[in-house]
């Protein structure tokens, strides 16, 4: 069965730097894009970005274009997200959710189970 | 960005009923919509994709409908299970962009 799973919760200082990570199992790695939402405490969702399996191609929002990166390591088939100067709007449940390269819908049909992010000084 | 605004924000309704929760896109998006239900503590779960096409496994009492800018979500004989928050989804174009977020409270 498809299963995500992402990193445990973490706190982090203003200013650093956090890396999430997303293994996953139960499909075919290449045949689906990865993508980053994040859910800030009691609000909506937001997309960050996403990455093809295949060639590691990128595409960020506008809104965290120099702050973030998003790699996979297709050898241990799990995806990465790393977002630089954390600030404390940073605070918030991070999910990966992937999407059928194939099917042109871009809907998000399996999701992670989320990682808790915490930024405070 | 596409803009996706979602009414209503919150809702109140009792077990049987129906109800419909809708998103207007601020530009045409054709039927690249989706709908998530979302229970507390958990993540997004997806219910309905292309506007309207149901997700396997997702029970039929949910439906989608809609293309170009304005779109529903339809939950018919609502069930004690159902009482959640609703997201719709826009995947037209990146970046992609949710609505707000419909609360569905019992009555």
């Known amino acids: 069965q498809v299963q995500l799973v992402q990193s445990g919760a973490e706190v982090k200082r203003p200013g650093a730097s956090v890396r999430v990570s997303c293994q996953t199992s139960g499909y075919t790695f290449t045949g689906y894009s990865m993508h980053w939402v994040r859910q800030a405490p009691g609000q909506g969702l937001e997309w960050m970005g996403s990455i093809i399996p295949n060639n590691g191609a990128t595409t960020y929002a506008q809104k965290f274009e120099g702050r973030v990166t998003m790699t996979r390591d297709k050898s241990i088939i799990t995806f990465y997200l790393e977002l630089n100067n954390l600030r404390s709007d940073d605070t918030a449940m991070y999910y990966c959710a992937r999407c059928d390269l194939y099917s042109g819908y871009g809907d998000f049909d399996f999701w992670g189970q989320g990682t808790e992010i915490t930024v405070s000084s | 960005d596409i803009q996706m605004t979602q009414s209503p924000s919150s809702l109140s309704a009792s077990v049987g009923d129906r109800v419909t929760i809708t998103c207007r896109a601020s530009?045409?998006?054709?039927?690249?919509v989706n709908w998530y239900q979302q229970i507390p503590g958990k993540a997004p779960n997806l219910l309905i994709y292309?506007?309207?096409k149901l997700q396997s496994g997702v029970p039929s009492r949910f439906s989608g409908s809609g293309s170009g800018t304005d779109f529903t979500l339809t939950i018919n004989s609502l069930r004690p299970e159902d009482f959640a928050t609703y997201f719709c989804?826009?995947?037209?174009?990146?970046?992609?962009?949710f609505g707000q977020g419909t609360k569905l409270a019992i009555k």
């Open positions: 292309s506007a309207s």
């Open positions: 989804q826009q995947s037209h174009s990146t970046p992609y962009t």
């Open positions: 530009q045409s998006i054709m039927n690249y």
